[in-house]
């Protein structure tokens, strides 16, 4: 993994004993469950139509990563929710 300057200043701090990790309370650590849980859970159902040719190619790139072809949808559309995708002009 390629480190911007920031992260390696961080990890050279931490290397020389500058940084010090601890370890997270129950209340911290009943919050970040909370998270994950509501991160993951997946309680809705919707239903689209696609192209022929589009679902094909859904299937062939899930295929090729080794995960089911809504994962690969859910996963894509999380990711362009959460602005980590970026649109070409």
Same mark, same amino acid.
């Given at each position: 993994?390629?480190?911007?300057?920031?992260?390696? @200043?961080? @990890?050279?701090? =931490? @290397?020389?004993? *500058? %940084?010090?990790?601890?370890? &997270? *309370? $129950?209340?911290?650590?009943?919050?970040?469950?909370?998270?994950? @849980?509501?991160? =993951?859970? $997946? *309680? #809705? #159902?919707?239903?689209?139509?696609?192209?022929? #040719?589009?679902?094909?190619?859904? !299937?062939?790139?899930?295929?090729?990563? /080794?995960? &089911?072809?809504?994962?690969?949808?859910? /996963?894509?559309?999380? !990711?362009?929710?959460?602005?980590?995708? %970026?649109?070409?002009?």
């Amino acid at each position: 993994m390629k480190l911007n300057r920031q992260e390696k @200043e961080i @990890e050279a701090h =931490f @290397e020389r004993g *500058d %940084i010090k990790l601890s370890k &997270p *309370d $129950k209340k911290m650590l009943l919050k970040l469950r909370s998270a994950a @849980e509501n991160t =993951f859970k $997946k *309680d #809705r #159902r919707i239903n689209i139509r696609l192209s022929e #040719r589009d679902m094909a190619g859904i !299937q062939r790139v899930a295929a090729a990563k /080794g995960v &089911p072809y809504q994962s690969l949808i859910s /996963g894509l559309i999380h !990711q362009y929710v959460e602005g980590n995708m %970026i649109e070409k002009s």
